[in-house]
């Protein structure tokens, strides 16, 4: 065996549950991960790691972490400076308002809050709607599209290139400094997904510093709806963001938004070509959209994984659980929980209640959630009703990567 190779993971049994490493998951579990969830909920549901992290996989353990944000950190500081040393990445991630704790949470939380008012997302249903439209006329000319590149990734990259007032023909290269960055970010990653991710951090930064400076020299009407600008105007204020705040949550924004929602959109058409019934269902009743939506959320969940660290000795479960620990929380396993979701292995799209946390829960419940629901509303509801034979060409590849439960390539004929 080369050296530096390691042996893939056997698929657990409740004899080996408690042996699971989530740092050494192979190929076989990021494709399929729910098996060997199902058996840590049941017979190792707070896992402890070689490191000393916990994996979480029950439901209520997940959300009562996520509900209290002053005994479980979100502040990474400390994890990611051994991960990624003094680098670009390590400074993303610690200005970031999801990698932060109050006060410095609060405050970039309540300047970016104006832009998911109901009043903005009213205003872009409309350019939404318009977008997704041309979309699917220039795909009904092609007849076989790649429900990934040409159309689920497509639609949350130009709404937030709209939001950050990203001119149109500067987009492309977005789409690959998000993956490069998330990339570097995932349990089980090379040293060239971590330089991609370093020179993917450098490269977004130099093309916003410029993009900020052709603004100050023409800034955008009042009545665009342009984060970046408003983030810089407030800054000049004195009560904003500092530079360097500005540039990273514009970033993250980006990433957050763009292959979330991407797959949500992705791994929704897959869920749909993988219960027929449950598509036709929606084809005939397109009032149950948003609980599809939500189904798919919680069935998929686009982020799989999020951390937190306890500030204060505690215990979860039975477990007594030191100050200082790290925590990997499995939202995708919070999500198949039986006991919060009765037949959890079943995709209905008509499941009500549906509390899933694929948006996590308490002070960070992502800020864009309504945004993506509106997003993919339109996008389900158009792409059912216009291509109701639609059928799958190859089946659904999926790249290797844990944390986030994204799509690879989906090929579709859309007028068999
Ligand atoms: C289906 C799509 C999406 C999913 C599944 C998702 C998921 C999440 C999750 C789980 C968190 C919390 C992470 C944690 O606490 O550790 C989060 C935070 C966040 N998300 Fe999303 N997100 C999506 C789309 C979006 C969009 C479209 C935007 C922006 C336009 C966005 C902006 C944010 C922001 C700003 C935060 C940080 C919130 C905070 O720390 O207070 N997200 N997202």
């Avoid at 192979?26 to 994996?55: N, T, W």
Wanted: aromatic share 6%.
């Amino acid at each position: 065996m080369p050296p530096g190779t390691t042996l893939p993971m056997p698929r657990l049994t409740p004899a080996t549950a408690a042996n699971f490493v989530l740092a050494q998951v192979d190929r076989a579990f990021a494709l399929d991960p729910y098996p060997d969830y199902a058996v840590l909920r049941e017979h190792a549901p707070i896992c402890r790691q070689p490191d000393g992290s916990q994996v979480l996989t029950r439901y209520a353990d997940i959300r009562e972490v996520l509900a209290d944000a002053e005994r479980y950190s979100s502040d990474k500081r400390i994890d990611f400076r051994p991960r990624f040393g003094d680098s670009p990445l390590y400074e993303h991630h610690t200005t970031s308002i999801v990698f932060n704790d109050p006060p410095t949470h609060t405050r970039v939380r309540r300047l970016l809050a104006p832009f998911f008012a109901a009043r903005v997302l009213r205003q872009m249903e409309g350019s939404i709607a318009t977008m997704v439209d041309r979309l699917l006329d220039r795909a009904a000319e092609r007849g076989r599209i790649d429900i990934v590149s040409e159309f689920a990734l497509v639609i949350p990259l130009n709404l937030i290139g709209d939001l950050l007032g990203v001119p149109f023909d500067e987009r492309e290269p977005l789409q690959a400094w998000a993956q490069q960055i998330l990339g570097a970010l995932e349990p089980v990653r090379t040293p060239a997904q971590l330089a991609d991710g370093n020179r993917a951090v450098e490269e977004f930064k130099a093309y916003l510093r410029d993009l900020i400076a052709r603004k100050r020299r023409a800034p955008p009407g009042s009545r665009d709806i342009d984060v970046l600008w408003a983030l810089i105007e407030a800054s000049e204020g004195g009560d904003g963001l500092t530079e360097l705040e500005i540039l990273h949550n514009s970033i993250f924004m980006l990433n957050a938004g763009h292959d979330t929602t991407g797959a949500l959109i992705a791994n929704g058409v897959d869920l749909l070509f993988r219960h027929p019934d449950q598509a036709q269902r929606l084809r005939e009743q397109p009032s149950l959209v948003k609980p599809a939506i939500e189904e798919m959320l919680r069935y998929e969940s686009p982020l799989q994984i999020g951390n937190r660290r306890s500030t204060v000795a505690t215990r979860i479960g039975d477990v007594d659980v030191p100050a200082g620990t790290f925590l990997h929380l499995v939202l995708a396993s919070a999500n198949r929980d039986e006991r919060e979701f009765p037949q959890a292995e079943v995709f209905d799209i008509a499941r009500a209640p549906n509390r899933h946390v694929a948006f996590a829960h308490g002070i960070h419940t992502c800020a864009g959630n309504s945004v993506a629901r509106i997003e993919a509303a339109i996008a389900f509801s158009k792409l059912v009703q216009r291509f109701p034979r639609m059928t799958q060409v190859e089946p659904t590849r999926r790249p290797e990567r844990s944390r986030f439960r994204v799509v690879e390539e989906l090929l579709v004929d859309l007028n068999p």
